[in-house]
């Protein structure tokens, strides 16, 4: 089937720990996006790629790294540094047109 | 900086009525408009959108209203039902960002 799939879809965390987030598509979207959402909230974009081997920033990038070696896969890794990272966590796909389309989401919580 | 808003965080219906959901935008540059739907636990889901060089689209059930002149969308829903109840996000896009809004809770009553 076609889509985005994200794993695991529940993770937790000891403080202090590096966790990295799977994303892949077979969609074949250029462009991914990473977004966190708070509880109650809207989405937050926290790094973006448009192309393979490029991603930019987006507004709450601190404490976050992602990769873009293949255009299927866009892992976050979610970092020590990230002070507060419990949060649901949506990766999405588009064309570069506007429109995207999410996964189901990680829940990521810190014990 | 530039946000999308909403005008109220709940909105609660009977079913069968219509239901009209708001959203402020601030930023003049954006040329496209995304409402999406997300259940509890869910990943968002396209809803309908808009370009900006047009004011009002329908798909089933769903109208989009556009008014650049205020910087205002609006999504309405006719009979509206139970399964309708979710939160709702609009979207604007400049070049390849989408920015958020903050979600209206729609609660369909019986």
């Known amino acids: 089937d076609g889509g985005i799939t994200q794993s695991p879809k529940y993770l937790f965390r000891k403080e202090g720990q590096n966790v990295t987030l799977s994303c892949e598509q077979n969609?074949?979207?250029?462009?991914m996006y990473w977004y966190r959402q708070d509880p109650g909230q809207g989405l937050r974009l926290i790094y973006y790629?448009?192309?393979?081997?490029?991603?930019q920033k987006g507004d709450i990038a601190e404490g976050y790294s992602v990769s873009r070696e293949k255009k299927e896969s866009f892992p976050l890794t979610v970092t020590s540094a990230q002070k507060n990272p419990t949060a649901f966590y949506l990766c999405a796909t588009g064309m570069n047109t506007g429109e995207l389309f999410f996964g189901e989401g990680s829940r990521l919580t810190v014990l | 900086g530039e946000s999308v808003g909403l005008h109220l965080p709940t909105l609660s219906v009977q079913e069968g009525d219509n239901s009209i959901i708001n959203c402020a935008y601030s930023n003049s540059a954006s040329d496209y408009f995304i409402w999406y739907k997300q259940e509890s636990g869910k990943g968002p889901q396209f809803i309908i959108d808009i370009r900006s060089n047009m004011d009002k689209r329908q798909g089933q059930r769903v109208t989009v209203l556009l008014n650049k002149t205020v910087k205002h969308l609006s999504l309405q829903i006719a009979a509206t039902q139970p399964g309708d109840s979710a939160v709702y996000f609009c979207?604007?896009?400049?070049?390849?960002?989408?920015?958020f809004g903050e979600g209206t809770q729609l609660t369909v009553n019986p």
């Open positions: 969609l074949n979207h250029d462009a």
């Open positions: 979207a604007e896009a400049s070049g390849s960002r989408l920015t």
């Open positions: 790629s448009q192309i393979v081997n490029d991603f």
